[in-house]
């Protein structure tokens, strides 16, 4: 069964540590996730662009597959079906298809927009038990096709959208999505800690979690950090496992072309990374 994402988190602040969103592409990605979390005994919450909803086909074909497979490989474990960046729209449909959890990202609309599109989308994912991530200021970095300058928001936005009745807040402090460059200045640790005086203890969310120093990543749950989210890390273990297998000829020999062979070297890889996190994060026996 699916939960919502608000009382794990809720637990995660209370207890120093942050649960990971990992986010899903396919059957491999999802099963890879789920396994991990049962065997680490971690909560998980499990992130879903509004691109790799449209590349799965469509939300409730992700819905779908996600409960099913909870259910068939026995997962106890508290599991989160979340809209990564979603749009007002995509946050209706994922409500519609059955997701637990929702981010409506309206940090690039004017804050009286953002203000009233979060408040509208607070009521209807509420009344339906399904929790709410939402976004001030941008992040900087791509994730599917918006750009964000890496800013840094502002601790009196911050306020007024967690004020609205939203479960965590996802706000700037200098982080990134994607490879960080080389000169990279760092978590802003002194705007999240105002962030987070700002805030009154709501759950704070670090997106691109690639990248960050371990004790970055350390020092920021410290600070009020609740939930880290982790996309282009699995993409890059999953790529460079599965062009090891190929390099070596490994889909020549015998029946190795089989896509449950050829993939299973980037499955393990995901696992592998998803395990590193959990133990990064602290949420190892948190479930
Ligand atoms: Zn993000």
């Given at each position: 069964?699916?939960?919502?994402?608000?009382?794990?988190?809720?637990?995660?602040?209370?207890?120093?540590?942050?649960?990971?969103?990992?986010?899903?592409?396919?059957?491999?990605?999802?099963?890879?996730?789920?396994?991990?979390?049962?065997?680490?005994?971690?909560?998980?919450?499990?992130?879903?662009?509004?691109?790799?909803?449209?590349?799965?086909?469509?939300?409730?074909?992700?819905?779908?597959?996600?409960?099913?497979?909870?259910?068939?490989?026995?997962?106890?474990?508290?599991?989160?079906?979340?809209?990564?960046?979603?749009?007002?729209?995509?946050?209706?449909?994922?409500?519609?298809?059955?997701?637990?959890?929702?981010?409506?990202?309206?940090?690039?609309?004017?804050?009286?927009?953002?203000?009233?599109?979060?408040?509208?989308?607070?009521?209807?994912?509420?009344?339906?038990?399904?929790?709410?991530?939402?976004?001030?200021?941008?992040?900087g970095g791509e994730?599917?096709?918006?750009?964000g300058a890496g800013?840094?928001?502002?601790?009196?936005?911050?306020?007024?959208?967690?004020?609205?009745?939203?479960?965590?807040?996802?706000?700037?402090?200098g982080n990134i999505h994607g490879k960080y460059p080389a000169n990279w200045k760092g978590?802003?640790?002194?705007?999240?800690?105002?962030?987070?005086?700002?805030?009154?203890?709501?759950?704070?969310?670090?997106?691109g979690?690639t990248g960050i120093?371990?004790?970055?990543?350390?020092?920021?749950?410290?600070?009020?950090?609740?939930?880290?989210?982790?996309?282009?890390?699995?993409?890059?273990?999953?790529?460079?496992?599965?062009?090891?297998?190929?390099?070596?000829?490994?889909?020549?020999?015998?029946?190795?072309?089989?896509?449950?062979?050829?993939?299973?070297?980037?499955?393990?890889?995901?696992?592998?990374?998803?395990?590193?996190?959990?133990?990064?994060?602290?949420?190892?026996?948190?479930?």
């Amino acid at each position: 069964m699916l939960v919502n994402a608000t009382e794990m988190l809720q637990k995660a602040r209370d207890g120093h540590y942050a649960v990971g969103q990992f986010n899903i592409n396919n059957l491999e990605w999802t099963k890879a996730v789920l396994l991990t979390a049962q065997e680490m005994n971690s909560p998980v919450i499990l992130g879903v662009s509004e691109g790799a909803g449209k590349y799965m086909t469509g939300y409730k074909t992700v819905a779908a597959m996600v409960k099913a497979m909870v259910e068939t490989l026995n997962i106890t474990v508290p599991v989160a079906l979340h809209l990564d960046h979603g749009s007002y729209e995509g946050a209706k449909a994922c409500l519609e298809a059955g997701f637990s959890s929702i981010m409506f990202d309206g940090s690039h609309y004017p804050i009286d927009e953002n203000v009233a599109k979060t408040t509208e989308l607070v009521k209807l994912a509420h009344s339906m038990g399904v929790s709410v991530e939402a976004e001030v200021g941008s992040i900087g970095g791509e994730e599917d096709g918006v750009i964000g300058a890496g800013e840094v928001a502002d601790p009196a936005e911050c306020k007024r959208i967690a004020d609205l009745g939203i479960d965590f807040l996802a706000a700037g402090i200098g982080n990134i999505h994607g490879k960080y460059p080389a000169n990279w200045k760092g978590l802003d640790f002194d705007a999240l800690d105002k962030i987070h005086q700002a805030t009154g203890g709501i759950p704070l969310v670090l997106h691109g979690g690639t990248g960050i120093p371990a004790d970055m990543i350390k020092k920021a749950i410290s600070l009020g950090v609740s939930k880290i989210n982790v996309n282009t890390e699995c993409q890059l273990s999953f790529a460079a496992a599965t062009r090891e297998y190929i390099e070596a000829g490994k889909d020549q020999q015998g029946k190795g072309y089989d896509p449950r062979k050829l993939l299973l070297p980037g499955f393990e890889a995901i696992k592998a990374t998803v395990k590193e996190k959990m133990e990064l994060f602290g949420s190892v026996n948190k479930a």
